[in-house]
């Protein structure tokens, strides 16, 4: 396996083999966000497919409550790991190891993510990661499926905090 920053050239494969809720724009917000020095857009490959990404927000936490209390703190956005036949062989730790990787070689104190409350799989990996659970928070957020549709997203979370 072999993780690597996002290319343009990648997207079309993210949205071919890691659909997201039909969310045609949803790697590529991900990769624009990497091109204004705002996120890193991580993806994991096996031979040619990938299997897994991440963003690590640079800003942090969208959550003003989670900001305040961990200024300074990068956050892991969005991991996710595709096939699900491809899960638990260690895709979704190697992203993590690399974005905390990044994150100490950019002087960060520490680094954390979101979990829904309702993801005790995740939490138990994240724990295991060494990230322990810091405030509950409400993840608000949205996105427009592929027939152009909005939808809202407001999921009750978790931050887990590492320090580096
Ligand atoms: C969570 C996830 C990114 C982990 O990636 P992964 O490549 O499976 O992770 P690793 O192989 O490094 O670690 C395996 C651990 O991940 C967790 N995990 C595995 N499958 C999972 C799933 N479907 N949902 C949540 N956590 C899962 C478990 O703790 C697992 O440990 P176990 O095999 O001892 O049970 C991946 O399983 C996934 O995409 N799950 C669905 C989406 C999700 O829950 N994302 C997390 C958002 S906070």
């Known amino acids: 396996m072999r993780i690597s920053q996002c290319r343009e050239e990648d ?29 890193t857009f991580l993806v ?33 956005n969005g991991l996710g ?5 491809l899960r638990s062989l ?14 100490t070689g950019r002087g960060c104190q520490a680094i954390g993510l979101g979990v829904e409350k309702n993801n005790p799989r ?6 295991r990661l060494g990230y322990h659970a810091s405030l509950p928070y409400l993840d608000c957020w949205s996105y427009q499926d592929g027939a152009g549709v909005a939808h809202r997203v407001a999921d ?4 887990m905090v590492k320090p580096l």
């Open 11 to 39: 997207l079309e494969l993210l949205d071919q083999h890691m659909p997201f809720r039909g969310a045609a724009s949803h790697h590529g917000a991900r990769y624009a966000r990497q091109q204004e020095g705002r996120a």
């Open 44 to 76: 994991a490959w096996r031979e040619r497919r990938p299997v897994g990404s991440c963003e690590v927000r640079w800003e942090g936490c969208e959550a003003p409550e989670v900001r305040a209390a961990h200024p300074g703190c990068p956050e892991v």
């Open 81 to 85: 790991g595709w096939p699900e036949t």
């Open 90 to 103: 260690g895709v979704g730790t190697a992203l993590i190891h690399e974005a905390e990787r990044l994150a």
């Open 122 to 127: 995740a939490s138990a990996l994240y724990s």
């Open 156 to 159: 009750a979370c978790v931050f």
